[in-house]
């Protein structure tokens, strides 16, 4: 088989993994090799579905030993099958590097024969770009569940960024879809890295050279919507993911069906798209606005609202916490209130040091006042003898030009 008729049945195989950003690299060009990763991230592309192709994003193979249902490379689909030798991935990256294709590499396996063995020929690879090669742009390399520590270990001296897919948000729903698979073998593995990573940063304060080690940290992948459960079952598991391994980033991957199995969604139907980025939203509350995820999830409100984001739903539920006062309420909760991002707040907490601020003044900064408004007080906000619900706050957003938003799936193409 041609390098081109591999590269493209592994470059499509790839395109279902989400979990290709590329920010947090900190590997410097000395001067004497190829590429720079350092304070510069990735320049990133989309293709029209919205994935990101940025980086030469490929499968070593699409061979798998595993029979995982949701996977397009699973042993009983009947698809095209392909393999890259360790030096033509290494030809591959650098050919393209050099013709400004890419920036960095995105790597990714199937596994043949067993863990072990895959891992070992990813770490070939990487190895040789960095040794031999002198490469020094992005790499991104994911683990392969069931390999050994020495070989995980290893690579991260490396790869810029290391990742393993947990695939399902809990263990009930892998083993109904990935019975050979186990969240255990994920577990480990992240571990391992995270471990490493604590140990060679305290080393750091002590000695002047300590090798690079996964210097953008680590990343996971769950998929959404292929099996029943909930947004507070994904985002829990997520949670704990980022408090127990240190986490970069979690990514959730709406299931596109892309074979017939009566465990999944039919072929033909929508990827939970709006779902998705309801989720990634969730995400970023938790992560930067001071969230904690049995706030807005939990027994009672087990799925996100996909009609409004998922701070104005929190605040509708909430409506003893507002309306607070933008001139002296606490950087916390101005981040708490809807069309308030981060930016915003840290410009009102300047601003008022010189007076009071008003509504047009918090406009200028850049706040979304057709949400922010319901919540909060200013210089000039006017009293009512009559406060609007919750519902009616929901319905005047909804019907706010500025906010209309349609609940209906969004699309692919």
């Not at 510069?40 to 592309?45: L, M, P, Q």
């Not at 392969?144 to 490396?158: D, F, H, K, M, N």
């Not at 069309?339 to 040091?353: D, F, M, T, W």
Request: hydrophobic share 35%; proline share 4%; net charge positive.
């Amino acid at each position: 088989m041609q390098i081109e008729e591999k590269l493209n049945i592994l470059a499509d195989a790839a395109k279902y993994d989400v979990s290709c950003a590329s920010s947090g690299g900190t590997r410097k060009n000395s001067g004497k090799g190829l590429g720079n990763s350092h304070q510069s991230g990735i320049c990133h592309s989309y293709t029209e579905d919205g994935r990101c192709v940025s980086l030469l994003k490929i499968l070593l193979t699409n061979h798998c030993i595993y029979d995982c249902a949701f996977c397009v490379s699973r042993r009983s689909n009947d698809i095209r099958r392909a393999a890259f030798k360790v030096q033509e991935v290494v030809d591959l990256t650098i050919n393209f590097y050099r013709r400004n294709y890419i920036e960095g590499l995105f790597l990714s396996s199937g596994i043949f024969k067993n863990a072990d063995y895959t891992m070992e020929r990813l770490l070939q690879i990487v190895k040789k770009l960095r040794t031999e090669e002198r490469f020094h742009g992005y790499i991104h390399l994911k683990t392969i569940p069931g390999a050994s520590e020495q070989l995980v270990r290893e690579a991260g001296l490396y790869a810029d960024r290391m990742s393993i897919n947990l695939e399902l948000p809990t263990e009930a729903g892998l083993k109904q879809l990935a019975p050979e698979k186990s969240h255990e073998e994920v577990k480990k593995p992240l571990d391992w890295v995270n471990k490493s990573m604590i140990q060679l940063n305290e080393e750091r304060q002590l000695m002047r050279r300590v090798p690079t080690f996964v210097p953008a940290g680590q990343s996971t992948q769950l998929v959404v919507g292929a099996t029943a459960e909930s947004d507070k079952d994904i985002l829990y598991t997520a949670d704990r993911f980022y408090r127990d391994y240190g986490l970069k980033r979690v990514y959730y991957s709406g299931y596109i069906p892309v074979s017939e199995d009566h465990r999944l969604p039919a072929i033909g139907s929508h990827p939970p798209l709006l779902r998705e980025n309801r989720l990634y939203q969730t995400d970023w509350l938790m992560r930067f606005y001071g969230f904690e995820v049995s706030e807005l999830l939990n027994d009672d409100h087990p799925f996100l609202d996909t009609a409004i984001d998922p701070k104005l739903s929190w605040a509708l539920r909430c409506p003893q916490v507002f309306p607070i006062d933008v001139n002296t309420a606490e950087y916390r909760m101005i981040l708490r209130v809807p069309g308030i991002g981060v930016g915003s707040a840290q410009k009102i907490v300047q601003a008022r040091k010189f007076g009071k601020l008003r509504f047009d003044q918090l406009r200028k900064i850049g706040v979304a006042l057709n949400r922010a408004r319901h919540f909060i007080w200013c210089a000039d906000s006017v009293l009512s003898l009559r406060e609007p619900s919750p519902m009616e706050i929901r319905q005047r957003i909804l019907a706010s030009q500025a906010y209309r938003f349609s609940p209906t799936q969004l699309s692919l193409f």
